[in-house]
């Protein structure tokens, strides 16, 4: 490989922006209305990423133009005002194909990435566990593949071509032959790197099942919502589990399940999981399904909403059509209005507590309306509960002390060796009392 086409495929291969100075470009459907700032939520992404947001530019258009996606003469447009501002990298808020990021880098001279690509890169920068890394590298290489003819010049060479034309030249004397193309050989490593990094994710699968399933006796909830919207805030307030709280996008990549006392003797396991956005490349949510595992097993979900954010509607909708996409959109849940301490227009909370009316307004930072929350958590896990008259050998103190931690015992006799008891317990935790004594018997009436 000469080293023109080395420089080329390592800027490429640079995805960062990292203290880089970016333009953001949004391109809009030709009916769509303007209501704020179309581009806010990528100017997050691109501080998320390190960059230096100096320049945005919009255009509405009817369709997407096939080569540029924006039309070439206000791309030379936007070439103009890069350079007027000093800018380094052009992030689109739309997804690009490699043949239109070649031609609007040729034109603009400036490095592009577009929403996808930008959001892989702050997940690869906020994986810390070996899991995430896998994950977010299955991501990326299956985003990567298909662009790999569009990616690097250096691919359309012949690796071992025979006879003595230029290209054969490339292989040198021991490898000319019929030869195959450079592109095919990386198409191959890519791959069986797939491959591999999908049967190590699939082994943590497995894992994270069993380990949920292991957890079945508990009532389990599961923090789901758009980034940034305080669950991590919320998760600690919660159980004081010391989460990560940091005001920046997709700061949790790994779940994190800890326990949460209701009172009354009562306690559920809470997890807090990744967080959703807009657009969320398809990739990502299919390699961290792993992670979501407990979301698609909890008895009930808590949907976490910025109150305060202007977009907050299409926030829900954005992560109501992840959920669905998982299949959970249909199981419990609890909508909770956060943030309601810093909403600036009251008039949006009004709007919202009257669309949602199901909804619980909160604030996780000082603590409002989390007694309102546990006592709706706590509802709800007697909703789960049925009653039933039991009867198990009395000895058997295991199997008395589980009926007392995971159920309410309404009444208890003892005659001939055994307890009759009449008791509201999840018919899931019945299975787990069976476990710890052979003998329970479920008794009418």
């Not at 298909?146 to 691919?155: Q, S």
Request: net charge positive; hydrophobic share 40%; with cysteine.
């Amino acid at each position: 490989m000469d080293k023109g086409s080395f420089a080329e495929q390592s800027a490429y291969n640079d995805l960062s922006v990292r203290r880089e100075r970016a333009l953001l470009v949004g391109v809009l459907p030709g009916g769509c209305r303007l209501s704020g700032d179309p581009l806010a939520e990528l100017g997050e992404l691109a501080r998320s990423a390190g960059a230096q947001v100096v320049a945005r530019a919009i255009q509405k258009r009817r369709s997407f133009d096939p080569a540029t996606c924006i039309g070439k003469g206000k791309l030379e447009e936007i070439g103009a005002q890069a350079e007027a501002c000093g800018a380094d990298v052009i992030i689109f808020d739309n997804e690009l194909s490699p043949s239109q990021i070649r031609e609007i880098e040729r034109i603009t001279r400036r490095k592009v990435i577009d929403r996808s690509e930008l959001i892989l890169d702050i997940f690869a920068s906020r994986a810390r566990t070996a899991e995430a890394r896998l994950q977010v590298e299955l991501a990326q290489l299956e985003y990567t593949a298909p662009r790999l003819r569009g990616m690097w010049p250096h691919l359309e060479r012949i690796a071992g071509a025979g006879g003595g034309s230029s290209a054969g030249v490339v292989g040198g004397i021991g490898t000319r032959g019929p030869g195959e193309r450079q592109i095919e050989i990386d198409r191959r490593l890519v791959a069986k790197r797939v491959a591999l990094l999908r049967r190590r994710i699939a082994a943590i699968d497995r894992r994270k099942v069993r380990a949920v399933r292991a957890r079945r006796q508990h009532f389990t909830v599961s923090l789901v919502g758009y980034t940034n919207a305080g669950k991590s805030t919320l998760m600690t307030a919660l159980t004081g589990a010391g989460a990560k709280v940091e005001d920046r996008l997709f700061m949790t990549l790994d779940t994190l399940t800890r326990r949460w006392e209701l009172g009354h003797g009562r306690h559920v396991l809470l997890s807090d999981t990744v967080g959703f956005i807009r657009d969320l490349p398809p990739h990502l949510v299919a390699s961290f399904r792993a992670t979501l595992e407990e979301a698609i097993h909890a008895d009930l979900l808590l949907h976490v909403v910025d109150a305060a954010n202007p977009r907050a509607e299409e926030q829900i909708a954005a992560v109501n059509g992840v959920l669905d996409d998982l299949g959970v959109g249909d199981k419990p849940t609890l909508l909770l209005l956060n943030k309601i301490d810093v909403v600036a227009d009251e008039a949006l909370l009004t709007v919202l507590r009257q669309r949602y009316p199901q909804a619980l307004p909160i604030s996780a930072r000082t603590g409002r309306g989390l007694e309102q929350l546990r006592a709706a958590v706590e509802a709800q896990m007697q909703r789960d509960q049925q009653r039933l008259r039991l009867s198990l050998p009395a000895h058997n103190g295991r199997a008395l002390r589980f009926l007392e931690r995971f159920g309410d015992i309404l009444d208890r006799q003892f005659a001939d060796g055994r307890a009759v008891l009449d008791v509201r317990i999840p018919l899931r935790a019945l299975e787990h009392l069976r476990s710890l004594s052979s003998d329970v018997q479920l008794l009418e009436g």
